[in-house]
T-cell receptor
């Protein structure tokens, strides 16, 4: 059974700091890995999707890497801003029955302070 | 704004009752998935519908059931509600096939008392 773990559970940083969020998964037979953002009481917004054949993806100040063999992914946020405060979730898709059936971690709650 | 709309946004039910949650998928998306998110946890996959047929199910009992309609909108039904069913229920739509971007709705908050 696929299990996804995210460390740390919570993180508080001053504005402008670069930071790294970690995600690990137990079964390396994944099809892709995605990072999502969730604001309090809201739905999820897709940030980055990395296919299993890729090593990283970038979008603006965000960079996500994937090491499938070791079962790890990191989300790097550069020059953090108060608007980045949210919960960040990683999820893996193991391509059962056509895909898009995601297994999520419990998330990292990020607070960026002025 | 993802184009995925869910209703109702909040509701309170009594243990043992039944509830129906609704989801309108983004235009053109033929696949709808439902997730349950308890407070402080990540979403858990309930089931997925593709072209009106169930296409995969997570570790949820049969009292969780669903429907998908010809216009790709969907319903989640939960019978015999239990206190542990209290959670945020998220609907997600996408095109079929892995690797396509998934769009989530804002969710329906269910409280069972």
């Amino acid at each position: 059974k696929q299990e996804v773990t995210q460390i740390p559970a919570a993180l508080s940083v001053p504005e402008g700091e670069n930071l790294v969020l970690n995600c690990s998964f137990t079964d390396s037979a994944i099809y892709n890995l995605q990072w999502f953002r969730q604001d309090p009481g809201k739905g999820l917004t897709s940030l980055l999707l990395i296919q299993s054949s890729q090593r990283e993806q970038t979008s603006g100040r965000l960079n996500a890497s994937l090491d499938k063999s070791s079962g790890r992914s990191t989300l790097y946020i550069a020059a953090s801003q108060p608007g980045d405060s949210a919960t960040y979730l990683c999820a893996v898709d193991i391509l059962t029955g056509g895909g898009n059936k995601l297994t999520f971690g419990t998330g990292t709650q990020l607070k960026v302070e002025l | 704004e993802t184009g995925v709309t869910q209703s109702p946004t909040h509701l309170i039910k009594t243990r043992g009752q039944q509830v129906t949650l609704r989801c309108s998928s983004q235009s053109g998306h033929n696949t709808v998935s439902w997730y349950q998110q308890a407070l402080g946890q990540g979403p858990q996959f309930i089931f997925q519908y593709y072209r009106e047929e169930e296409n995969g199910r997570g570790n949820f009992p049969p009292r969780f059931s669903g429907l998908q309609f010809p216009n790709y909108s969907s319903e989640l039904n939960v019978n015999a509600l239990e206190l542990d069913d209290s959670a945020l229920y998220l609907c997600a739509s996408s095109l079929s096939g892995a690797g396509n971007t998934i769009y989530f709705g804002e969710g329906s908050w269910l409280t069972v008392v």
